[in-house]
Each structure stands twice: as C-alpha cells, then as structure tokens.
C-alpha cells in the first residue's frame, strides 16, 4: 500500500467516528471535552456552531453519529453523545451575548426563505451576521416546522423551541407568519436576491383499502399530530391502531395515550428486524405498554353503519435470508376491532405552487432537479434544502442542508461559482504538556452506558406536554463524558523516528500496530497482530522505516486513544495531536475568500 | 516508566486459546523499564509463546536474578508462580523449584550482568545438571540497571555512552554452553518476534536445560552509535542461520512442510522444532562444527542466530538422580515419610 496521506483533510475526520458521521459533523468529543471540565456555554457554542439547535437535537436528533462511536466497536454501547449535547444545553448559563449578531448596515442582499423549518432556519442563522437581508414566509402562525407541529412537546418542549428559534429570529429575521406562499412565479416577481425553499415534505402518505373515505375516524399521522399540537385535537377512542412502524407511528401511538386511548397497538406489515424506527423510540412506546404487532398487513376498514369498528388484516408469514424477504405468505385473515386508525405510513413531498414553466427542472418523480453540492436547482438563484430537496430525512441533515446552501446563496449574491466550495481542513496540535502528562484524560474508564431516568409511568400522562425524558444528574453526566474515548485526540507518526523497538506494539491495549513487510491492502489486512476484519475502517500505513524498510500499520478500527503508544515510544515517533477538523461555512467566505483558515475554537 | 496503566479494554476479535484466555490475559503488571527497552518485546513474546502453547499460567515458575532483565517476570503472567533470587542465583532457586514439582513449567530470565558475571558458575552448572528449564539471557552487553557498565558479553572495541571503550574479550554464552553440553541452545533478537517467538516455545517444551541468549538493546545505556548491541547495529549485522518452526504434537507437519530441506526434530512431549537451513555449512546437531561455524561468523562480524544445538532425549536432573515420578506434592505421605525406624535404620548406616 501507499503511505497514508494523513495531510488529507477527511484522514483524522474519519478517526473522529461521531463527528464523521454526524451530517453537519459536530465536534463531539471536543465539547464532551469541556462538560468534562464544566464549560456547559463553551459546549453549547461549539455544538450551536454546528447544529444550531443543540438543546433541541439534544433531545430529539436522530443521532446517526451514536451506531457509529468507536465505543461501540470496543464496548458494545456508544457513549450518549445525543443525551450529553442536552447536557450542555440544559447547564449552560447564558449565551445570548456571544452570539452572532447582524451588523448594523445590510449588504443589500435580499433572500427569501419558503417554510420556517430548521433548514430555513439554519440558512437565515448563518446569512444574517453577514449582513444579508433574511425574509422568512410561513404558512403557519408559528415558525419551527415539523419541530413544532409535529414532534409532542412530551419529547420535545415548546420552550426549548422558542428559546432557540428566536436566537436566529432575534438577529433580525423578517418573518412572515400565516404567509403561505402559492405561486413561485409571484414571488420571482419580489425581485429577491435568493430564493430557499425550505417546505419541508408535507404530504402524509395515503392507504388507499375499502373503507377509507367512509369513516372521519380514520387520520393521516402528521396532519393529526399538526392538529393536536395546535389544539384542535383533544381527543381520541379508547382503542386506537397506528398502521406503519415509523417515528412517526411511535410519535403517533404515545400522543393517542395522552389523548385518552387505552389501548394502542402499533400494526407493522414486516417482522421486527425490517423496522424504521429508531430502537430508541421503539423501547420509549413499549415502556408505556404500546403493543407492537408485527406480520399484519392490512386488507380493509371495517366500517358499519359509517362507524369504524375495526380493521382487517393478513397475518403474514414470510421467509428471511441474509436479512432480506425472499417470500412471503397469508396465513389467514383476522380483525382486530379500533375506534381511530392512524395512518403513519410515510411523507412525501408536493409542489403544487412552483409553477413548471420558471426553469426549474422536474424529475420523473415529480421532485426538482437539485445538486447534491450546491443545493441549486436548474434555475439559478433558488435553492432547496431540508426535506423540500430529497425527501424525508431529520433535523440534522437539514440543518447541514442549510448550512451549504447559505454558502452557495453568498457565492450566488457576492459573485463567484457556486460550484466552487473552499476545502475542508484540519489541524493538529500536539497533546504533550510534560515527560508523562498529556493534555487529555486518557485513562480508559470501564462504566456502562448511563441510562437517562424517565418520569415516573403514572405520573407522564397527565398532560400532553410533561417532558418524559429528565436528562443526566451531575452524577451521571459525570460518568458517561469518561467513556468517549478522545477520538480527536490522533495518534500522528512520524516514520523516520522510529527505531522499530516494537514497544509502541507490544503496549496497545487493543492491539492495533504492526511492524511487517509492506503488502496490497488485503494481504496487508490479513497479516496484522490482529487482522483487520472491519474494512469500514481505514489502514494507516506508514512511509518506509530506517532501519529496515518495513512499514508501521496501524488499524484504526480498535484504537482506543489511550496515548500509550505514545508513551511508550522512546524517540517521540508516535505522538497524540488534537485535532480540529475545519468545515467551512458560510463566515468563511465573508472573511476571506483565501484558502482555508482554521481557527482554534477554545 | 510509564506512569498511564495499561487500560484492561482489549480488542473485541482477539483470539482465545483452548483455555478460553486471550494473550492479554497472559500479561502482568505494567513494565516500570525504560521506553523501547529490548526487554520488553522479549517480555511479548514471552506472553505470547505462553499463550500460544496454552500453558496453564499457575503450573508455571518464573524466575529470575537481579537486573533490568531479572524484573520483567513481573511484566508477564501475574498468575503464574515467581521468585525474584539473589543477584546471578537463579539457577539453585530453579533447581530447588524443579526438583520439588518436576511437572511445573520452568521459566528463567535473567540479564548478561546476572548470567555471565555473579551468576556464570550457578549457570554452568544447571547445564551440567540438565535442569528442566527454559533460561532466557536478556543480552544488553551493559549492567543495565546499574546505569550501564559494560558486562561479560560486551565486544571488544564497543564504546560506552561515556566514551570508554570495551577492551576485555566478550563471554559468547551461546558457544559457552554447547561446549558444557547445554542440550538446547540458541540465539534470537528482541526485534524479531517471529523468530523469537517459535524458539521460546521449543526451549519450553524441550526436556532438559535449554538456554536462549536473546540480544536485547538497552535505549538507554547501549543505542548510540558504536555500540555493538544497539538496534540499529545488530539489524546490519543480523543473520539467521536457520529457521526454526514449533509445531505443537497432534498437528499434522506433512502439509506444510513437503519440501525436502525442512528436518524435523522430535521433542520428548510428541511436538516437533520443524528446521530449515539457511546456511549450508551448519548443522545444528553437531557440537563441534557448530562451535567453528559460530567462531568463523563472530570473526565476520555477524549477528549469527536461530536454534545452534539441539540433543532431545538427554537425561535430565530427575532421570539421572532416579527420583519419584509426579512432584512431591502429589507423593504418598508414607513415601515421603520414613516413619520412626526407617530414620532409626537410617542414621543407622551413618554411624
Ligand atoms: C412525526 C414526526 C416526528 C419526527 N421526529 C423527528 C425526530 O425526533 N428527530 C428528527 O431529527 N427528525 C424528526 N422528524 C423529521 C423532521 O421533523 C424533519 O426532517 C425536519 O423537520 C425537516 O425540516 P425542514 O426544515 O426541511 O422542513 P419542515 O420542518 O417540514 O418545515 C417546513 C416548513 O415549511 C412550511 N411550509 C410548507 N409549505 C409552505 C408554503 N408553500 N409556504 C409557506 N410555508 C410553507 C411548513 O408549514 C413548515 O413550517 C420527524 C418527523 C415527523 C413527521
Ligand atoms: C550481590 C550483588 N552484587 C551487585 C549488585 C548490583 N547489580 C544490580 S543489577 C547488576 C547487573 C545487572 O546486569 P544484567 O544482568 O545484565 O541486567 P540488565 O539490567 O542489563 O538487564 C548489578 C551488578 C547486586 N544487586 N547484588
Ligand atoms: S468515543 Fe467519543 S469521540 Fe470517539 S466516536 Fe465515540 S463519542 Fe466520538
Ligand atoms: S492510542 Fe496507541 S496504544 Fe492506545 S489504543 Fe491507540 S494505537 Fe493503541
Ligand atoms: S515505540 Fe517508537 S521507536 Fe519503538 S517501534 Fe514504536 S514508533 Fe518505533
Ligand atoms: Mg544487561
């Protein structure tokens, strides 16, 4: 193999797992760093730097970057990077003084924002401070989107909302509210700069089985949830089915408890292994004694006399290899009485007010033509992102949605190509402070996963918007900021130290050096102290060593950080470096528009 | 010195042996010598020769003297049996060890300083005894701990960090205990685990003394330029005369070893040290030509290594003293107790 070209920016991001899969790429192990050290404002503004909405992602996001912690790999459960963003968020003092404010003086831009949602709301966060002209239209009397009108206030409370929206609405936005806009054409006509359309996916999926249009007692998930969150819901039957095994279903069938009903069942088609819904979400409804039911396809409502009673399913039998249904059977049909069904079976996108004849492209699936980079679409000028763009997803990608699209609307605004996005970077800054001290706590801690303590069963149905969730004590918090293991926190070689004493290899607790005779990456693999089975995971591969031309391999996949190697290593050829990963955003360009800068954040 | 412990997370797809241990569990306590210190690869390749032979770590006996080299049975199975002697005395507290429980595992370690010097005459004679032991010279050419004046092992011509020169001809322990019958003996290097690794493990299956002289560079006192025992010295003048594999008894060798030139050699336990030359001229069978062909290389410079003489099948300390079979703790209390008149008959024939 080719020596590893750790000066490539994406090298040490990738050993970061969390912040590389994380789609806005957080820094998580720097400000589970500082909670360690109490600096609750300093977490808070390094994860607000990336994800805007810490203490609303620290408790709803969708986490992607928790399958992919590197504790995990070496301890079964990741570290709870999600409930320790809430953490900094619920601790913090004050921040509003350090946040971004617009200057005085506008540049004169102007940018209209469809839809109030966290990806409209991420690109008015980043263009306001520089000076653009933010104007925000929105259909409901309340901005947030989904955020607001979908996800309960049990999981996600209206203050935590407000209270972060408005630090983006304070710098100035102009918002529109109760301002739905119907025609693209018409608003091409307000000579706006820019134009994002951030509207999210607003159509609920249909079922289209005898028996749907002849009971009003029959909802679509997302807009039912819509009409409990703006009160026009109050109620429901004491039986209800939700049909679809989504995080919409589970949001649906823990509303329905508090709206009366007694009995929930959550109707999904496939076994359980084939669910869409986060586990986490999954544990949080079978808690409160949802049933989940699973190889029931459903066939017809059963409507008499215009009053639903039930609804009729196949119960299904299917036959699974390698994770995948091969076949499937009907044993036999049952129903299974209700007095509500809620139908929470997907989201679609619609754009029935974008006229077709303004250049902007559709594709055979009726959804515009949007670059995967520059989030523009055919027509220059007007941009998507969040769910508007390729369907369903979060909030967080949303989030890192907005965040280049604000870059590409000041590339579109101030001159220059969109296309052209400047380079991620990285910086590395050596953690030795003394002979054995480092300036990072590197002692492996063995605890388990601290579980987040939940209200108590009896007491959380009382009302629509008691927050189920607690958060982490002091003492927990405590416990659970010791198990990330420092990813950020590299081990940098520098080949023409090393005097190949193996010591390095013989003290990695985990085993992840070798010293071997160079080899194509397989044969490579194959041959390590412990093969590197996991190949999701990349090979470091050092240049030629002095005395012996061998090279050093380290399989990054077990890697504890623990800085032994480092430690251990008598000429200094292993060192452990910080490293801050830099993302560009949309400041970056402002400030100026050469190479990359990379500034410590603290 | 380290003062971070090694943390006990290991790596998830670490193998176990028949025991249901893995390598780390074969580990002891976090080595307090130097960084890059020869010993400790050889302390690595010790956990890992223990591992791979599965050895039951409390039917183990660690031992060693006084010296860098003679604190690292504290470095590996913490498990095991061990007894740190009296500086160069390792070999009576081994033949004490060995004689009580003939069916424990023998381990020594011991430094060039506590072999060759203080200890030369209790060495040569646990060879002349054929003890049943596996004893590792850790050979730094220096009094390690003593902060680095050269030992019995060090060349003429090799200059101390200090400057001083060495002038006195070395002690080769290798040709030293094939000319006192040593029924086992090789030479490795702390920097070749593949190497090391196999050799350990037939020096601890063979039955009789087998002494392996391990070069282990000290960093600190001994990996300057000029040095004849410094890493990057002995990798230039490196040469393995012949290649040594362990092959445990119930596998099979045919497979793997078709080809003409690999000679097997059978151990007393049914395991086999599978050779193959690299030099023509050398046949690690015959005493006396070994000893020229060792001479000749130490004349070229070399760093001759590899498995230099065996003779499986020797008698050992319990064959030629006819002692019971199975340790003394397992003996019958009658066996081991005369009674009141078998001492009586006894002093009887000493009057
Ligand atoms: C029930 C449910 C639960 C969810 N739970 C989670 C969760 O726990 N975690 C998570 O990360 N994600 C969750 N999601 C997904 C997440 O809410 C969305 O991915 C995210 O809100 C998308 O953000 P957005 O800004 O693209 O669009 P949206 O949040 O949908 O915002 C779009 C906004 O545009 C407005 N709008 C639409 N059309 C017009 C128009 N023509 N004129 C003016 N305004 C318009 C809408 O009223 C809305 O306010 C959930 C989704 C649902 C349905
Ligand atoms: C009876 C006695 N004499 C002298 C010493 C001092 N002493 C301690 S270690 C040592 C030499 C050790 O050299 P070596 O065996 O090569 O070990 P190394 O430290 O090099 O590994 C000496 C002379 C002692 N401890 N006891
Ligand atoms: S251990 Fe810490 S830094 Fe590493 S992936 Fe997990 S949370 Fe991120
Ligand atoms: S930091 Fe070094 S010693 Fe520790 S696990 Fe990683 S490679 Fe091994
Ligand atoms: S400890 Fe340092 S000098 Fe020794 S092999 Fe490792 S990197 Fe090389
Ligand atoms: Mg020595």
């Known amino acids: ?602 | 010195m380290s003062f971070i412990r090694k943390p006990t997370v290991t790596n998830s797809r670490l193998p176990k042996n028949s025991l249901g241990l893995t390598r780390r569990d074969y580990e002891g306590g976090m080595s307090t010598l130097c960084a890059g210190c020869g010993h400790d690869s050889i302390t690595a390749a010790l956990i890992q020769a223990a591992w791979e032979l599965e050895l039951v770590p409390h039917q183990v006996v660690k031992l060693s003297g006084i010296g860098c080299s003679s604190k690292t049975p504290a470095y590996f199975m913490s498990q095991a049996h061990g007894v740190n002697s009296v500086h160069g005395r390792m070999p009576s507290v081994a033949t004490g060890a060995g004689a009580a429980n003939r069916d424990l595992v023998c381990l020594g370690v011991s430094g060039d300083g506590d072999s060759l010097s203080i200890g030369f005459g209790q060495l040569a004679h646990a060879m002349r005894r054929n003890l049943n032991m596996a004893y590792v010279i850790e050979n730094n050419g220096v009094y390690g701990l003593t902060k680095g004046q050269f030992s019995a092992s060090a060349d003429v011509g090799s200059r101390a960090k200090r400057g001083e020169t060495n002038v006195q001809p070395p002690i080769d322990p290798v040709v030293t205990a094939i000319a006192l019958g040593c029924t086992f003996v090789a030479r490795s290097f702390s920097g070749d685990k593949q190497q090391l690794v196999p050799l350990l493990k037939a020096a601890i299956r063979h039955r009789g003394f087998a002494l392996l002289d391990v070069l282990s560079p000290c960093v600190t006192f001994n990996d300057h330029e000029d040095s004849t025992k410094s890493y990057a010295y002995t990798r230039r003048y490196y040469h393995p005369a012949i290649h040594a594999d362990f092959v445990p008894p119930a596998q099979d060798i045919k497979a793997a070893y078709d080809h003409g030139e690999a000679m097997p050699v059978e151990l007393h336990d049914g395991s086999r040290i599978v050779l193959r030359k690299v030099d023509e001229g050398f046949d690690p069978s015959d005493r006396a030509r070994t000893i020229g062909f060792l001479q000749d290389a130490a004349k070229r410079g070399e760093v001759v290594t590899g498995l230099m003489y065996i003779q499986p099948g020797q008698d050992d300390l319990h064959d030629v003293n006819h002692t019971v079979p199975g340790p003394l703790h397992s003996q019958p209390y009658d066996g081991l107790h005369p009674g009141a008149e078998g001492l009586r008959e006894l002093q009887q024939r000493y009057r």
Not at chain 1, 180 to 209: C, H, N, W, Y
Not at chain 1, 238 to 246: E, K, Q, S
């Open chain 1, 1 to 602: 193999m080719k020596p590893t070209d750790t000066q490539h920016p994406d090298y040490f991001h990738r050993v970061v797992d969390c912040q590389w899969a994380c789609p806005a790429h957080t820094d998580v192990p720097l400000y589970i760093r500082m909670i360690a050290q109490g600096r609750f404002a300093d977490a808070y503004m390094v994860n607000r730097e990336s994800n805007v909405f810490p203490g609303i992602l620290g408790r709803v996001c969708d986490r992607p970057c928790e399958p992919a912690c590197r504790r995990a790999r070496v301890d079964e459960k990741p570290v709870a990077i999600c409930r320790l963003k809430r953490v900094a968020a619920d601790y913090r003092s004050d921040i509003r003084d350090r946040l971004p404010k617009a200057p005085a003086t506008t540049n004169g831009k102007r940018v209209a924002l469809i839809g109030a949602g966290c990806a409209s709301l991420t690109v008015a966060n980043d263009l306001l401070p520089l000076g653009f002209e933010v104007t925000i239209f929105e259909r409901f009397d309340r901005p947030g989107g989904l955020m607001r009108t979908n996800i309960p206030s049990f999981r996600l409370p209206e203050k935590v909302l407000d209270e972060e929206i408005g630090y983006i609405l304070d710098m100035g936005a102009e918002l529109k509210a109760g301002c739905e806009i119907t025609s693209m054409a018409a608003l091409l006509e307000q000579g706006f700069d820019a134009i994002f359309v951030g509207t999210g996916a607003p159509r609920g999926k249909e079922l289209e089985l005898p028996g749907r249009h002849d009971s009003p007692r029959i909802h679509i998930g997302i807009d039912w949830l819509e009409s409990v969150s703006f009160g026009h819901t109050t109620k429901i039957g004491p039986r209800v089915l939700i049909i679809g095994v989504g995080n919409t279903a589970m949001d649906c069938c823990r509303t329905s408890l508090r709206l009366g009903a007694t009995d929930v069942k959550v109707m999904a088609r496939k076994p359980r292994e084939f669910f869409k819904a986060s586990a986490w979400e999954l544990d949080d409804a079978e808690e409160e004694n949802v049933e989940i039911v699973v190889n029931h396809s459903p066939v017809a409502f059963v409507v008499e006399d215009g009053v639903l009673t039930g609804m009729l399913f196949d119960r299904m039998e299917y036959t699974v290899e390698d994770g995948r249904i091969v076949d499937s059977r009907v044993v036999e049909q049952v129903t299974i009485p209700c007095d509500d069904v809620v139908l929470a079976i997907g989201q679609e996108n619609a754009f029935p007010w974008i006229e077709r004849d303004l250049g902007i492209e559709f594709d055979e699936w009726d959804m515009p033509v949007v670059d995967r980079t520059t989030f523009m679409c055919t027509r220059p000028g007007i941009f998507f992102g969040g769910d508007a763009a390729w369907g369903p997803e979060n909030i967080i990608w949303a989030v890192a949605h907005g965040h280049e699209a604000a870059l590409s609307i000041h590339r579109h605004c101030l001159g220059g190509d969109v296309g052209d996005r400047p380079p991620r970077g990285v910086n590395l800054q050596s953690a030795k402070m003394g002979l054995h001290e480092w300036s990072f706590s590197n002692d492996f801690d063995g605890s388990e996963r601290q579980l987040v303590p939940h209200v108590d069963l009896k007491k959380r149905f009382k009302k629509l918007n008691i927050e189920v969730e607690l958060g982490y004590s002091l003492e927990e918090f405590q416990v659970e900021v010791e198990r990330c293991l420092n990813c950020d926190l590299q081990t940098v070689f520098d080949a023409p130290k090393c005097i190949e004493c193996d010591a390095c290899i013989d003290v990695c607790p985990t085993n992840c050096l070798t010293i071997t005779e160079n080899a194509e990456e397989p044969a490579l693999r194959a041959k390590l102290t412990v093969p590197a089975e996991n190949l999701d995971q990349p090979l470091f591969v050092s240049e030629a060593l002095p005395q012996t031309a061998r090279v050093m391999v380290k399989d990054e996949d077990q890697c504890v950080h623990c800085g032994l190697c480092a430690e251990r290593c008598p000429t200094a050829a292993w060192d452990m470096q910080k490293s801050l990963i830099k993302i560009p955003h949309a400041d970056d360009l402002a400030v100026d528009e050469s190479p990359i800068k990379v500034a410590a954040r603290s």
